[in-house]
C-alpha cells in the first residue's frame, strides 16, 4: 500500500497539536492538546464502567474536544458519585489552565478499581504535565509514557497517507495495554488524532470500521476492562477533506486501518508476561464473521498458548479450539500451517494431518515454534471469510503479574 | 436432602453391574458390562468430534448399551477412517469376550489428538481389563483409575435415593477430567448407572438437567473437548419405575443432580495445577440464565483465578467479570461477598465498598483467600435467577503442565 507512509515522532507529525506527559510514581498522567476538533470514541462494553467513561461520553454528544486528560494508576470506576465529582475537578483543572470550555474536554482513566482518585497526587502530576505541553517527538513519547501501566513499553505510531484526490493527510496515535487484559491495570487506551476534516458521525463509522480489524482482535486473556477506550480527534489543520460525496476516502480508511493494527499488535506482543507473539490469519471461511470467530478462539486458547510457550507445534488444540469457536469447520478440509520469518509447514493438509512424530514436518514445526514470532495459518475452503488476530501466549509471568498485582 | 443418601463403594452398589480397569503405562482401559440397559448420553458440542463419539452416538440410536469400552491415553480423534476401524476392532474385541451383540457396546476414548491409536498395546490392556470385571468396590476404583489422565485422584460417586413413592433406587458414576481442560489429554467423560427403570428417552431428559446445573457449570480454562461424554445406563435391576404418568420422579431428578454435581466439583477441585478450590454462587439476578453467565463468568476469568492463586481479595475483578458476561447488571446494588468454612465477609454491600484499604473488612478478605475452598457469593436484587459455578485457581503449575505436555 505505497499511499501510506510510516512516519517517526508519534504525535509531532500533526500539525498545531500539543500533548505531554508526566509522572510520580504509578501516577501518571498525558494531556492532548486539539483545540476544536471534532471527535467521536468506541468505549468498553462492560456494563461495568469507570466514571470518566460516562463522563467522557456525554462530553461527545457535542461533538468537539479540545482536550483530553488521561492518567494512569487509578481507574476511577466503582467510586460512585465522588467518581463524578473527581472527573470535573480534573476536566476544571485543565480547562483553567489551557482556557477552554469545560465541555470540551475528554477524560480518561486506568489502574485499580473501586479505590477513589488520589485527587491531590493526581492533580499535582497533571499541573506538571500541563507545563510541559510541546510538539515534539519527546512530548509524544512522554505522553505514550505516561498513561502504561503493565506496558513494557511506550506504544506510538504515525502514518500519512495520499487520498484518492492526490491530497495529503497524516494520522497519528498512542496506546497502552497488554491486551484486553487486567481490568484492574490493564486496560486498553488508544488516542488517535488526524489533521484531515471530518465530522464527528464520519470519524465514528471509519473508527469502527478499523477497531473491528485492530483493537477487537487482540486478545490476551479475554478479560474486558472497565475503562477500554479509543479516542479519535480530528483537528483538521490539513485544510482536507476525507469525506466526499458522503463517502469516507477509502486510502484514509486503509491508512487508520493500518495505524490500529499497528498499535493493536504492539498490545499483543507486550501481553502480560509474554514471551511469545501470535498472529492467526484465517482464510476460507464461510464468512469474515466465522473467520474472526475461528482466529479469536485460537489466540484465546489457555492450552494452545500454553503450548506455545513451551515451543509444542501442538495442531490438535488449533483445530479444537476452532472446533468450539462456533464458527462452520469441515475438519476433513481444513489445512493448518505454522509459520515464522523463515519456514511455513503444514501441519495437516485438507485434513490429512503431515505432522506426525518423526517426520520433517514436525521437525520443522518444532524448530518454528521456537521462534519470537508465530503465525498460524488456516484454510477452511468453506467460502471467503478471512480475518487475523493477535495474541501472546500464556507464561509463568502472567500468573505472576496477576497474582501479586494488588497486594 | 434427606431422601438422598451418599454411599461408598462406586459402582459396586449397583446389582448385576461388572466393571473393571486395568493400565500399562499412559493407557488405561475400563469396561463397564451392564447388559441389557436403557442408556442415553451428552457429547461435546465441538464441531471437531472424535471418531468414537460418532460411533456412540450411533450406537445409542438403538437406545441399547450392554458395555462400555473406554480407553485413556489416545483421543482417537482427528484419526480420519483409520479412527472408526479402530472403534470397530475394540468393540468387536469387546463383543466376542462377552458375548454381546456389537450394536450395543458404547466406546468412547480420551488422551492425545491427532495420532491413531496403538491398537496393539490398548487390545492388549483391554483384555487385562476384561480379565479383571467384577463387583466390589475395588473394581470400581480400578474402572475409575484407568480412565485417568492429568487427574491427580480418582472420581466415583454413588447414591440411594428414596422417590415419591417410597421405593428407593440407587445411583453410581464415575468421572475423569480436569475440567473441560485439555483436548489433548483433559477431555471430561463420565460415566453413571442406575438400577432404576427408566427408558432413554427419559434419561436423556434426566441427563440434560443435571448436567446443565454441574458438567457445564465447571471450568477449568474454558476449552471445550473433542471427545467431551457423558454417559448414563440403565440396568432396572431394582425394578423401580423412575417415570410415572410421564413425570420423572423429582426426588431422583435431585439424586441425580447431587451426583452430578459431586462429580462435576471433583473435577474443579482437580484441575490441571490447581491449588485451590472455587465456588461461585449468584443469587438474584434477572434469571437462571443471567445467572449462570455471571457465575461462569467469574469462574472463567483468568485475572480472577490468578487474583485466587495469589490470594488477592480483588473484587474489581469479579464485578468487571460479572460486568463483561452479557448478563444484567446494576453495579450501584450489587453485594460481593467471599466466604470460606469459617467466615463470609462483604467486600461491596448493595453497591457500598466496604473492603477499603486497612479496614476490618479487608482484612478478613485476605484471610479468606487463603484457605483451599473459596466461595463467591453475588446478590444482583434483579430477580429471582441463581446458579452456581465452579473452578479453580490459575497457577504456575497450570502453564507448565500445559506448556511441557506433549513434548
Known amino acids: 500500500m505505497n499511499f501510506i507512509k510510516e512516519l517517526d515522532g508519534g504525535f509531532s507529525v500533526i500539525e498545531n497539536l500539543k500533548v505531554s506527559g508526566a509522572r510520580e510514581g504509578k501516577y501518571g498522567v498525558s494531556i492532548i492538546f486539539c483545540p476544536n476538533s471534532t471527535a467521536s470514541a468506541i468505549f468498553t462494553s462492560n456494563?461495568?464502567?469507570?466514571?470518566p467513561v460516562d463522563?467522557?461520553?456525554?462530553?461527545?454528544?457535542?461533538?468537539?474536544?479540545?482536550?483530553?486528560?488521561?492518567?494512569?494508576?487509578?481507574?476511577?470506576?466503582?467510586?460512585?458519585?465522588?467518581?463524578?465529582?473527581?472527573?470535573?475537578?480534573?476536566?476544571?483543572?485543565?480547562?483553567?489552565?489551557?482556557?477552554l470550555p469545560k465541555d470540551e474536554i475528554a477524560i480518561s482513566s486506568t489502574g485499580v478499581i473501586g479505590r477513589e482518585m488520589p485527587i491531590d497526587i493526581i492533580s499535582k502530576v497533571?499541573?506538571?504535565?500541563?507545563?510541559?505541553?510541546?510538539?515534539?517527538?519527546?512530548?509524544?513519547?512522554?505522553?505514550?509514557?505516561?498513561?502504561?501501566?503493565?506496558?513494557?513499553?511506550?506504544?506510538?505510531?504515525?502514518?500519512?497517507?495520499?487520498?484518492?484526490?492526490?491530497?495529503?493527510?497524516?494520522?497519528?496515535?498512542?496506546?497502552?495495554?497488554?491486551?484486553?487484559?487486567?481490568?484492574?491495570?490493564?486496560?486498553?487506551?488508544?488516542?488517535i488524532v488526524t489533521d484531515g476534516v471530518i465530522a464527528s458521525e464520519d470519524i465514528k463509522k471509519a473508527l469502527k470500521t478499523s477497531a473491528d480489524i485492530s483493537f477487537n482482535m487482540i486478545v490476551v486473556d479475554g478479560d474486558e476492562s472497565t475503562n477500554d477506550t479509543c479516542l479519535m480527534m480530528a483537528n483538521g489543520q490539513s485544510?482536507?477533506?476525507i469525506v466526499r460525496d458522503g463517502e469516507i476516502d477509502s486510502?484514509?480508511?486503509?491508512?487508520?486501518?493500518?495505524?490500529?493494527?499497528?498499535?493493536?499488535?504492539?498490545?499483543?506482543?507486550?501481553?502480560?508476561?509474554?514471551?511469545k507473539f501470535i498472529e492467526a490469519n484465517v482464510v476460507g471461511a464461510r464468512d469474515d464473521e466465522d473467520a474472526r470467530l475461528a482466529a479469536k478462539s485460537i489466540i484465546s486458547s489457555n492450552l494452545f498458548k500454553s503450548a506455545v510457550f513451551g515451543g509444542d507445534p501442538n495442531w490438535g488444540r488449533i483445530v479444537s479450539a476452532i472446533g468450539y469457536s462456533g464458527c462452520d469447520l469441515n475438519p476433513d478440509?481444513?489445512?493448518?500451517?505454522?509459520?515464522?520469518?523463515?519456514?511455513?509447514?503444514?501441519?495437516?493438509?485438507?485434513?490429512?494431518?503431515?505432522?506426525?512424530?518423526?517426520?520433517?514436518?514436525?521437525?520443522r514445526a518444532e524448530k518454528i515454534m521456537?521462534?519470537?514470532?508465530?503465525?498460524?495459518?488456516?484454510?477452511?475452503?468453506?467460502?471467503?471469510?478471512?480475518?487475523t488476530a493477535w495474541g501472546c501466549d500464556l507464561t509463568y509471568d502472567y500468573v505472576k503479574i496477576n497474582a501479586e498485582y494488588t497486594t
Open 370 to 387: 521456537q521462534s519470537k514470532n508465530i503465525r498460524v495459518n488456516i484454510e477452511m475452503y468453506l467460502g471467503n471469510g478471512e480475518a
Open 126 to 191: 497533571a499541573y506538571e504535565s500541563l507545563s510541559k505541553l510541546g510538539s515534539n517527538p519527546e512530548n509524544s513519547l512522554a505522553a505514550a509514557k505516561a498513561i502504561m501501566t503493565t506496558d513494557t513499553f511506550p506504544k506510538e505510531c504515525a502514518v500519512e497517507v495520499t487520498l484518492k484526490t492526490g491530497e495529503k493527510v497524516k494520522i497519528a496515535g498512542i496506546t497502552k495495554g497488554s491486551g484486553m487484559i487486567a481490568p484492574n491495570m490493564g486496560t486498553m487506551l488508544s488516542f
Open 239 to 241: 485544510g482536507v477533506d
Open 55 to 99: 463522563y467522557t461520553r456525554n462530553v461527545l454528544k457535542k461533538g468537539i474536544v479540545s482536550a483530553v486528560f488521561v492518567n494512569s494508576g487509578n481507574a476511577n470506576c466503582f467510586t460512585g458519585k465522588q467518581g463524578f465529582k473527581d472527573c470535573e475537578t480534573l476536566v476544571e483543572l485543565v480547562a483553567k489552565d489551557l482556557k
Open 251 to 275: 486510502n484514509f480508511q486503509e491508512a487508520l486501518n493500518y495505524l490500529c493494527i499497528d498499535l493493536a499488535r504492539k498490545m499483543a506482543r507486550d501481553g502480560e508476561g509474554a514471551t
Open 333 to 363: 478440509i481444513v489445512t493448518i500451517a505454522i509459520a515464522d520469518g523463515e519456514d511455513e509447514v503444514n501441519l495437516v493438509k485438507k485434513g490429512e494431518i503431515l505432522a506426525f512424530e518423526d517426520t520433517p514436518y514436525l521437525k
Open 47 to 51: 456494563k461495568v464502567v469507570a466514571a
